[in-house]
């Protein structure tokens, strides 16, 4: 918004029609795109963290919104010749809603399929299973570009944070992952290396 301002009290000394004015005219524009963006994003994000609009939470089966995602990558998976692995137990259920979990799992494989290694087809695994505290734990790994987890610290889960500049992107995907799963009671955790691939571990009681 500074920016906006700064940019728009340039232009009252600037000629019309001049280019100078029609350069400065595009950077006013570009931040105002910017700043309306930024207000969706955190609309979205207080959507979610008040949960308005929403369903109530209900038992969903965990092996239909996978398979769901899945399908809807279906087109971006085989382009880059990608492989999805998928061992969820019959009758998994999620303690949650449907568009919830959709929006956990279209963002992490959606992810998976951004940042793979060019030098070698995707391959992509997840699985579910319960433990032995009457839990669950989801796992999802990749076969990407990993992330140096030294350098990224505590800003892997932060808002609008991106660890690789080379792919477009607003550094949402992983923040949303994190508020919808706290939101049920779950936890998130990643263990990666760079061009390792990355490992995704959710944890739900």
């Known amino acids: 918004m500074s920016n906006a301002i700064g940019l728009v009290d340039a232009l009252g000394s600037i000629e019309p029609n001049s280019a ?3 350069e400065v005219y595009t950077h006013v524009k570009s931040s105002l795109q910017q700043l309306d963006q930024v207000i969706k994003d955190l609309d979205m994000i207080l959507s979610v963290r008040n949960r308005e609009g929403l369903p109530d939470q209900q038992d969903v089966l965990l092996e239909q919104i996978v398979g769901q995602v899945i399908q809807d990558l279906r087109d971006d998976i085989n382009k880059c010749r990608g492989t999805v692995k998928v061992s969820i137990p019959s009758g998994f259920l999620i303690r949650t809603n ?3 979990l959709y929006s956990i799992f279209f ?3 959606s992810n998976t399929i951004k940042y793979r ?3 070698r087809p995707l391959r992509v695994e997840l699985t579910a299973k319960e433990t032995a505290g009457h839990g669950k734990l989801i796992t999802i790994s990749d076969n990407g570009l990993g992330i140096d987890l030294e350098k990224v610290g505590e800003n892997m889960f932060k808002l609008y944070k991106r660890f690789h500049p080379q792919h477009s992107g607003r550094g949402l995907g992983l923040y949303l992952v994190k508020m919808h799963i706290e939101s049920i009671g779950g936890q998130i955790k990643v263990s990666s ?5 990355a490992t995704f571990k959710i944890t739900l009681l």
């Open 20 to 22: 100078m004015h029609k």
């Open 98 to 100: 449907q568009a919830n």
């Open 107 to 109: 963002n992490l494989l």
């Open 117 to 119: 290694a060019e030098q």
């Open 193 to 197: 290396q760079p061009d390792q691939g």
